[in-house]
Every structure is written in C-alpha cells, then in structure tokens.
C-alpha cells in the first residue's frame, strides 16, 4: 500500500513515517528467492517435459514477485493514529494476503492502543464499547530502535489524544 492510498483509506490524517522488516531479514529472503529462482531456471534447461519447465518457470516468477514485496511498510504512523498490518489468522487468509494485502491493515487512533506483547506479535487495544481487542500483527523482526521509536510516539500522542 503507497503512502497517498493509506491517507485516501483510512481517517488517519497525513502519514509521518513508516516501519518495515529489518533489512537484513529483507535481504536474507531476497537471496533465498533468488536462489530458489536460479535453481528453477538451472533445472528447466535439463528439463524434457513440458509440463516440468512450465512448473520451473511458475517458480521463478513467484520467486521474482516476492523478491519485489520485500520491504513492505508494516506499520504506517499518521497524525490521528497507526495503520498497521495485521497476521493472517488461518492459510486461506494467508494465500488471499498474498492478493489482496493491502486488505489487512487496520487503523488504530492512539488513544485505544495499550501496548504491544513482549515478543511482538500482538497489540492491545480498547474498544469504543470498553472492550478489549487483541490484534495479531508481525512486528518481532522489526528493527529495535524503530520499536522503541514507535512505542514513543504512541506513548507520546495517545496522552495528548485525550
């Protein structure tokens, strides 16, 4: 999702900064699909069936395509809240994700977040009626000095929210 569509979907205000993947995480899996794409390509020259080499190059145009969605903003830090990416819950959510990604941000304002979990893989927040909602989001490979940044701004604005 580019940083104007974040602004046109969401009632979030303008969009201050964001926070991917470290980006030795990024280049590890680069690396891994570009192997695993060099190896599809190696293998459909010593292919004879048709239906093999057609597979190998299915394989490397996934390969290509998830090289490209690396680096993928996962959360997006706006004036009024954060656009965040959620975990898919169940596989089929997970092959859709891969679709329609841009599906499973949500926004949360500042002042109904209440903190993430230790191993960041979960944020809490209150709901409108008081309840409380537990959103699964995949934030643990996110740099250190950017989750301390995050919780900063959060900590900062959801007091001034009020």
Known sequence: MEVREVTERFPCGEVEETFADYILVSWVMWLF???????????????????????????????VWRMTRQRRPLVYVCEKGIVIRRRPSSLWERIDMLWNGDHYYSFIPYAQIIGFTANWEEIH?????????????????????????????IDERSHTAM
Do not use: P
């Not at 390509?41 to 292919?47: A, E, I, T």
């Open 33 to 63: 699909f570009g192997a695993v794409a060099t190896w599809a390509v190696w293998h459909s020259q010593r292919g004879v069936v048709w239906n093999h080499i057609a597979i190998d190059y299915i394989i490397v145009g996934f390969c």
């Open 125 to 153: 927040m209150v709901t409108e009626s008081g309840g409380i909602l537990i959103v699964m989001v995949d934030l643990q490979f996110v740099t250190y000095k950017d989750k301390l940044k995050l919780l900063s701004i």
